[in-house]
């Protein structure tokens, strides 16, 4: 299935991208973590959840390297140890863009609430739709092709809503560490560089996301039983 050249044509550009998304990240984060910031990624979060009335929400540190996440279940922000402990820009940055989330979820921010309600079938297409598809390809059972091709869709779904979400988790940290004072104007340069590169990586996901849904319909969309 995934072995027909056709298919790289498809998903090169989205490839290609993600390539530059990861080596850009991997460039402005090095760049602002040098760069001095007057809080700790962790208290920064902290600060940002406070001033929102947010302080049910805990912060816990967490293994790897921007590993840093929002667990609405549980009310948890967790940062990565440079993050959570490390006071510089692309710390104060990718804190106060968590924050963002846990913000999203107190405000009932709508796309937020279809993402999270679209996890367990986009987790399902992803790993049982491709598995149906590979199946269904070998053993010529359209049915059971469309059925992938459907839960796969699933993913796709999941990865287009997720962008106004991690757009707007962005432009909530960005304003809320200016108007409390966090970080001035020109830090504010360093700390749009280091998200707008963290949101390129997720652009390259939903593009590949969605070609390799173009190429699933191009090659099998037109079987029937």
């Known amino acids: ?49 406070d001033s929102a009335g947010l302080t049910d929400v805990a912060i816990e540190p967490i293994a790897g390297q921007l590993s840093d996440h929002y667990d609405p279940r549980d009310k948890v922000l967790r940062l990565s140890a440079d993050v959570y402990e490390r006071r510089t820009l692309a710390a104060v940055g990718i804190a106060a863009h968590e924050a963002g989330h846990a913000l999203q979820h107190a405000q009932g921010y709508l796309p937020l609430t279809v993402r999270n309600a679209a996890v367990p079938l986009a987790g399902f297409g992803s790993g049982a739709g491709i598995w149906m598809i590979f199946l269904g390809a070998i053993f010529q059972m359209p049915a059971l092709l469309s059925l992938g091709i459907i839960l796969f869709a699933a993913v796709v779904f999941f990865q287009v809503v997720n962008l106004p979400v991690e757009f707007n988790a962005s432009s909530r940290a960005k304003a809320q560490l200016v108007s409390l004072g966090i970080i001035n104007n ?35 969309g037109g079987r029937r039983n």
């Open 186 to 220: 020109e830090d504010l340069y360093y700390v749009n560089k280091v998200l707008s590169a963290a949101a390129l990586t997720y652009v390259a996901a939903t593009l590949q996301a969605i070609m390799t849904l173009v190429y699933l319909i191009f090659r099998y």
């Open 1 to 49: 299935m995934f072995f027909n050249p056709i298919y790289y044509l498809f998903v090169a550009p989205a490839f290609l991208l993600g390539l530059w998304a990861q080596f850009r990240l991997q460039t402005t984060y090095a760049a602002a973590q040098r760069m001095p910031a007057p809080l700790s990624g962790a208290a920064a979060a902290r600060h940002v959840l």
